[in-house]
């Protein structure tokens, strides 16, 4: 039950900043409050996000600009018992404070600590761990099927950004809810922005909607006015609700939603949270899909946010990151990154300052996202060469089938994408690409272990998912001239072309000067330490960046006395048949190294490469990502000290092998 906006708060007996805050443990708390007080709680929730992420790291503009919302939910519903999908779910810290996670705010995104997307290992209130844009309408019209019959009805509710509401499987989840007649409350949360400037057609009605605030907010204040009259304030406010339905179309006609069968309601003030809740509390009751658009502004509250809202989408820790305690147990094999050497740009600037030389002199080179302008590194490409810049927005399935037109037309397209969003375009990618043997060049960013995003980003799978379908190349980079190379040979080749590279800086120092180098061609090797040569017994065959880890563990075994082989694979698909077939009968152990899984990934290629070569003897070891969704740690280092790809690792297994082969 709600207190009078009359009775008084009990004060807290600390001169804390955050006193409201402070008193909640819970969103039970929060329902005590008085709705008068909720402006001044969101403005703490606000201040302490502003001091704790940017200490910690992590999202930070997204969950600025949706405080009021999450507030307003938690004010109006039970979440315990109606269900609530924050789409994407990186913009749920708000949520994650209401429902008693302040105190672990330290440990945000740490080694252990708390997640930067919803978990339902952390809490009641979180019932999915996403981390993928567009799936949260589906979800929650998954949740309300489920709860139909039930006495009294759970609600369910999907809050969802406006970039994200662009995506082909959000529409089709709106048409389904709109035919189906569940009962469903999606939360538009419009903020012009995801992580860039949201872009196509929908972004420029969404804006169109937007331009009628002034009326919205004139609206707005005359309810509020009439409501007070007595006796007869309440039949002319509802006068008033028919009059701006009919402004609002007049003001944008065809309107989109309610054409899908959609009842819309908006657009409103998403960061006055007193009128939040009562447009909650009516929606609340509503039947069928309903659509609450609210218009928010990213990073609210920060400096930067109204010129530079795409700075402050994610930031980087400033203080000392804090461990979670007792919850660090759930993370296997921690360890100490250590100081790194001297490092080179990283690879997605590598990526983009070579495709940008490149584009610049072949004028059919296309470069295209989904979304991610900035993450991928193509602002500068998009400056210098906008005609030949496509962002289609956060619909992966349409860039791939779009490069795969552009590549028919004869143009060289060059699909940038993180490899764990490239799962959601698939099915264009074996039939309108590779099933057409189309040359497309799909740059993976982000392939491999990614820190602090964990498993909904891990970039782990693209191997498996692409080595299986024919005429495919799989090729990875170890530094910042095979990036150069690599991305040179995929744009003259006429086969597709999948170039995977990490979250990571390049080597500082190549281990061989470009001259020196073997020719880049598809499934040719390079030796960098000959095992035939030396007389060693065992060869370390690893794939893109971690040919900088069995470099390493070679250097410490020699140390040792024990010389190894170490050849840099460059090509999951094809494999060096030719190399492999002499390692594998001259020598006693190939041991492949990769950042990826296990089962599927250029490990797998190898023995069945080996299992098809006559006269082999070598024994094959398998390093790689184990059959387990890894965490989120603080760094890449510990999430592959913890899978056993460091070099200690490597030197372990090099030396367990050496004591077989000398038995």
């Known amino acids: 039950m709600h207190l009078r906006d009359d009775e008084r708060l009990p004060q ?41 992420v940017q200490e910690t790291g992590g999202h930070l503009g997204s969950n600025l600009g949706v405080v009021e919302i999450a507030t307003a939910l938690h004010y109006v519903f039970d979440l315990a018992r109606d269900r609530v999908v924050w789409d994407v779910s990186h913009q749920c810290y708000p949520h994650k404070i209401l429902t008693g996670r302040r105190g672990r705010f330290g440990s945000l995104r740490q ?26 309408v589906s979800l929650a019209l998954g949740l309300a099927v489920a709860a139909r ?16 509401l662009g995506a082909g499987v959000a529409f089709e989840a709106l048409n389904h809810a709109a035919a189906s007649g569940q009962r469903l409350l999606v939360i538009l949360n419009d903020n012009e922005w995801s992580i860039s400037k949201s872009v196509g057609s929908l972004a420029r009605y969404l804006s169109r909607i937007r331009s009628a605030r002034v009326v919205q907010r004139a609206h707005q204040e005359l309810h509020n006015l009439v ?3 007595p006796i007869i304030g309440a039949k002319v406010d509802r006068t008033l609700e028919d009059m701006a339905e009919v402004i609002r179309h007049t003001l944008v006609p065809g309107h989109v939603f309610e054409g899908l069968g959609v009842t819309y309601v908006g657009p409103i003030d998403g960061h006055n949270v007193g009128y939040l809740v009562e447009q909650l509390e009516r929606v609340r009751e509503l039947e069928g899909c309903v659509l609450l658009h609210c218009l928010t502004e990213k990073g609210k509250g920060h400096p930067s946010a109204p010129t530079h809202p ?5 930031v980087k820790g400033t203080g000392t990151p804090k461990l979670a305690g007792a919850d660090s147990t759930k993370i296997p094999g921690k360890a100490d990154p250590g100081r790194k050497p001297v490092q080179g740009p990283s690879f997605t600037k590598a990526f983009a300052d070579a495709l940008l030389a490149l584009a610049e002199r072949d004028v059919r080179v296309h470069a295209l996202t989904a979304g991610m302008p900035s993450g991928t590194g193509l602002e500068a490409f998009a400056e210098k060469l906008p005609t030949r810049f496509h962002d289609v927005g956060i619909t992966e399935q349409h860039a791939v089938a779009l490069a795969a037109g552009m590549a028919k037309g004869g143009l060289r397209p060059v699909a940038a994408i993180y490899s764990t969003f490239l799962q959601r375009g698939y099915d264009q990618v074996f ?83 470009v001259a020196e180098r073997s020719p880049m061609a598809p499934g040719k090797a390079e030796v960098l330490l000959d095992a035939l040569e030396s007389g060693a017994g065992i060869a370390l065959w690893a794939l893109g960046p971690l040919v900088g880890v069995a470099l390493e563990a070679a250097e410490i075994l020699a140390a040792e006395g024990l010389k190894v082989g170490v050849v840099d694979a460059r090509f999951a698909k094809p494999i060096d048949e030719d190399l492999l077939s002499r390692h594998m009968s001259s020598l006693r152990h190939v041991v492949t190294i990769e950042e990826h899984q296990r089962m599927g990934g250029f490990g797998s290629a ?24 890894v ?13 056993g790809l460091d070099a200690p690792s490597v030197v372990r297994v090099v030396r367990a092998l050496a004591r077989v082969q000398r038995v």
Do not use: W
């Open 12 to 52: 807290p007996a600390s001169a804390s900043p955050y006193p409201l805050l402070d008193a909640l443990q819970s969103p039970a708390d929060l329902k005590l409050l008085p709705r008068t007080s909720l402006p001044a709680l969101c403005n703490e929730i606000r201040s302490f996000l502003l001091q704790s």
């Open 111 to 136: 080694s252990g600590g708390l997640c930067g997307f919803t978990d339902p290992r952390e809490s009641e209130y979180d019932l999915f761990h996403t981390g993928h844009a567009g799936t949260s």
């Open 149 to 164: 019959g039930e006495e009294p009805p759970r609600r369910a509710i999907s809050v969802i950004g406006d970039a994200s």
């Open 227 to 229: 409501a007070s009259i």
């Open 310 to 314: 795409e700075r402050v989408h994610g």
């Open 431 to 513: 039939q309108e690409v590779a099933l057409q043997h189309l040359p497309v060049l799909f740059a993976l960013d982000r392939a491999g272990l990614v820190g602090q995003d964990g498993p909904t980003h891990n970039g782990v799978f693209d191997i498996a998912y692409l080595r299986t379908l024919p005429g495919m190349v799989l090729c990875a980079p170890r530094d910042e001239s095979d990036v150069r190379r690599m991305l040179a040979m995929a744009l003259a080749s006429d086969s597709p072309v999948a170039m995977r590279y990490p979250r990571d800086q390049c080597p500082g120092q190549e281990f061989l000067p």
């Open 606 to 629: 190898v023995l069945e490469a080996a299992y098809r070569l006559p006269n082999a003897r070598a024994s094959v070891r398998v390093l790689a990502v184990p059959d387990h969704f």
């Open 631 to 643: 965490e989120h740690m603080t760094t890449r280092e510990e999430q592959l000290a913890a899978c």
